[in-house]
């Protein structure tokens, strides 16, 4: 198969120099003799422009040097072409090439871009609203929207806003609809998630897999702060689908479903895969199977 790559290179995701990223980048990929384009991220988050160049170069792959934001965003406005896309993560999470067995190593994530193979990947829909790993919305959300103003990326500032939010976060008021069933909740945050990793190999939908057409939902019911703490931390070490009804009445709820619906009646922060976003009176929420293809390790 002859093959042309489209390199996107998000400036500011993460802490690493990406101006040595991309020769190292260019350097590897014309040792392979392949074909390749290099375009910077866009602040919009809009990459239609790039769908005739993509069409007129002949572009095969999209390889994403970004974080999930990044990758979500591009994914979105690519995926409706026969493409394969790459990933090699510079972000603070990077919860889907973790997911995804995807070294956070450029040089190992390239070798993936050049000798991997393409698989399958669900994304899900929120009002419309794309999304390729995880949304929240609650307390990891406004952690989000404060750390999108941060001037310095990376994993420490994350866990200092993380630190400072905690003891002052909040309950909110959602009403939640599935299958059939309708029930409130008082949570600190609601996690629906397509991938097991919350970034930074932190596990906050154990059972959560890319491909298995369904959504893992969490929800962190309101409860004491050194409880919270501990249900928590049982979460990321054990937490285990009990499916709806039968996790009602425990202090993490923990189900998956095709679709919901979610009320947020104290107007709740939302994020989607990490980058802050609008906040919504109401969520539809739906899986999108196997949306867009991944070049993961063979």
Do not use: W
């Not at 999470?93 to 669900?122: C, M, Q, T, W, Y």
């Not at 249900?231 to 009990?242: D, E, F, P, S």
């Amino acid at each position: 198969m002859s093959r042309k790559i489209l390199y996107i290179i998000n400036p500011i995701s993460g802490t690493r120099a990406k101006a040595d990223l991309q020769q190292f980048v260019e350097k590897e990929t014309q040792k392979r003799g392949i074909p390749y384009l290099i375009y910077p991220s866009v602040a919009s988050g809009d990459y239609s422009f790039l769908h005739s160049i993509v069409r007129e170069e002949g572009v095969t792959d999209v390889a994403i040097a970004g974080g999930d934001g990044t990758v979500s965003q591009v994914v979105n406005g690519l995926m409706d072409l026969d493409l394969r896309f790459g990933v090699i993560p510079c972000g603070s999470g990077n919860g889907l090439a973790l997911a995804a067995g995807i070294s956070k190593d450029p040089k190992k994530a390239l070798a993936v871009i050049f000798d991997g193979e393409p698989r399958a990947i669900d994304g899900f829909t929120l009002n419309g609203q794309f999304a390729c790993m995880l949304a929240g919305l609650g307390f990891d959300a406004k952690v989000a929207h404060e750390f999108s103003h941060q001037s310095k990326r990376g994993l420490g500032t994350y866990a200092s806003l993380v630190s400072r939010n905690f003891f002052s976060a909040k309950p909110y008021l959602f009403i939640i609809e599935n299958g059939g069933f309708r029930f409130p909740s008082e949570a600190f945050f609601i996690s629906i998630a397509n991938s097991n990793q919350f970034g930074n190999n932190v596990t906050i939908a154990p059972e959560a897999l890319l491909s298995d057409g369904k959504l893992d939902v969490v929800i962190v019911k309101k409860t004491a702060k050194p409880m919270l703490l501990f249900n928590l931390i049982r979460q990321v070490l054990a937490g285990r689908l009990k499916g709806l009804e039968s996790s009602l009445h425990q202090p993490i709820i923990y189900f998956q479903t095709r679709s919901l619906r979610i009320i947020n009646k104290d107007q709740a922060p939302m994020h989607i895969d990490g980058d802050p976003a609008n906040t919504p009176d109401e969520l539809e929420i739906e899986i999108k199977p196997g949306c867009f293809r991944l070049i993961c390790p063979a």
